[in-house]
């Protein structure tokens, strides 16, 4: 034996998990080297998604969904960094940025959501039915209760990421990724049942805009479930980013073993980047600014004069008068 070779006695340095494409390194914060290939096809799908919305938003002039052209931009800068990440994962700046990045689109995505599904309701629904009884939150109180519980979960996000605070309390991450997944959950749940009592004929609308109504709907039915889905996932991630910094000697820590999300490159893109993906090809087949009014289009809603005009306002928009809706249930 050559006296160079190790004996079978002698204790290797553990090393970390790598792909199996890459050649051995030492991660600072990941324990596992980012996929190459699968960085650039998320830039790839990314940076086509930001443009067909671009492209949809100026030809529509659906000035409130600006927000998901911006979210697929910053989805695809995020995966840039993660490609620089896949051939040194020591750099710590590039790291934190990436993290921002791949985790402020959910809000964004989240947002759009809501105000579309704002829009639908009063589009929609006659105004003796814009009540709690029917829809159990009104569409006057969607911004102040949905998308202003979802900031209160952001800014928790925010602050425990450290860029605030020094040092940032250890679970203040996690909780705001709570509030922001129970704020996903309630807004799936809303939008399930308004389709459902919606398509039950619980009001009286033309044919056209049933059809195109209920084809939006189920959109944003299933896009709000995908949210609930990386809201749960964004969760677990944060989680495991404490267990990370309470656990410097990292999966060698024989104490408490990491979750797969620390191990695993997959569950991140099948359970986080892969729903921001499906949510912005459903809103470019089903793009809002086609099928809603090009009243509802706006940044702003109106809500109070459309709470006033109710009967005229409905008619203008391509509904039923509140007196037919009145007269069919």
Not at 80 to 90: D, E, F, G
């Amino acid at each position: 034996m050559a006296a160079d070779s190790p004996s079978p006695d002698t204790q290797l340095p553990p090393t970390t998990l790598t792909s199996r494409t890459q050649t051995q390194v030492s991660p600072t914060f990941l324990f596992y080297v980012p996929s190459f290939d699968l960085a650039v096809v998320g830039i790839v799908v990314f940076t086509g998604l930001a443009a067909l919305h671009t492209v949809l938003s100026i030809r529509t002039r659906t000035v409130y969904l600006t927000l998901l052209p911006k979210a697929a931009m910053m989805m695809a800068a995020g995966m840039v960094l993660r490609l620089i990440l896949s051939t040194n994962t020591a750099q710590t700046v590039v790291f934190i940025v990436m993290s921002i990045l791949l985790s402020v689109p959910g809000s964004f995505l989240g947002m759009s959501l809501m105000m579309t599904y704002t829009r639908l309701v009063w589009w929609i629904t006659p105004r003796q039915h814009r009540d709690t009884a029917t829809l159990w939150l009104p569409p006057a109180f969607h911004t102040v209760c949905l998308c202003g519980a979802q900031m209160v979960g952001d800014s928790l996000i925010l602050l425990g990421s450290g860029l605030a605070i020094r040092p940032a309390p250890a679970h203040l991450a996690t909780v705001g990724a709570l509030v922001d997944m129970l704020v996903w959950g309630v807004f799936s749940a809303l939008v399930i049942r308004f389709m459902f009592i919606s398509r039950r004929g619980r009001w009286v609308m033309e044919r056209r805009v049933r059809d195109r109504s209920m084809e939006l709907g189920m959109a944003l039915s299933v896009a709000s479930v995908l949210l609930s889905i990386r809201g749960v996932m964004q969760v677990l991630e944060k989680d495991a980013m404490i267990w990370q910094i309470n656990h410097p000697s990292g999966i060698h820590d024989q104490t408490s073993p990491p979750s797969i999300v620390s191990t695993d490159e997959w569950p991140t893109y099948v359970f986080d980047f892969l729903p921001d993906a499906l949510i912005l090809i459903l809103m470019v087949v089903y793009f809002p600014g086609i099928y809603l009014p090009r009243p509802l289009l706006g940044f702003w809603t109106a809500s109070d004069r459309l709470r006033r005009e109710g009967s005229r306002e409905t008619a203008m928009l391509g509904g039923e008068s509140d007196e037919t809706s009145a007269g069919a249930t």
